[in-house]
């Protein structure tokens, strides 16, 4: 079982930048699409970003975080990352890791991704 392990949320002011971790298993690493979701109370589970592992191609973002998210890769690490800067209080939600062990990203859809993390709480203040 893949278990993707997330770290790096927090609480900081409008305005403000975190940047999210997300460790998974070498060989998981090594093909697969990597993704960000985020679920605010209340609301559907909605995907961030993705890329596709080791390679970095098939960068793809939400509309509503495009210019503000970053997500990269350190191969190294086996690690997927998440710079989020010039947040806002509607960018407030858990935050999830998923990834699908396949080649290529086709999806910001949930229900393509395998496995999943416990997530990561970010919180926004105006």
């Known amino acids: 079982q893949v278990q993707p392990v997330e770290s790096g949320g927090g609480s900081v002011q409008a305005g403000g930048s975190l940047r999210l971790s997300c460790v998974v298993p070498e060989y998981v690493h090594n093909s697969a699409c990597m993704a960000w979701f985020r679920q605010a109370p209340g609301k559907e589970r909605e995907g961030v970003a993705h890329?596709?592992?080791?390679?970095?191609?098939?960068?793809r973002y939400a509309d509503s975080v495009k210019g503000r998210f970053t997500i990269s890769l350190d191969n190294a690490k086996a690690t997927t990352f998440l710079q989020m800067n010039s947040l806002r209080p509607e960018d407030s939600a858990m935050y999830y890791c998923a990834t699908a062990p396949r080649v290529g990203c086709i999806s910001l859809n949930p229900s393509r991704y395998d496995y999943w993390g416990q997530g990561t709480q970010v919180t926004v203040s105006s």
């Open positions: 890329i596709y592992s080791p390679i970095g191609r098939d960068a």
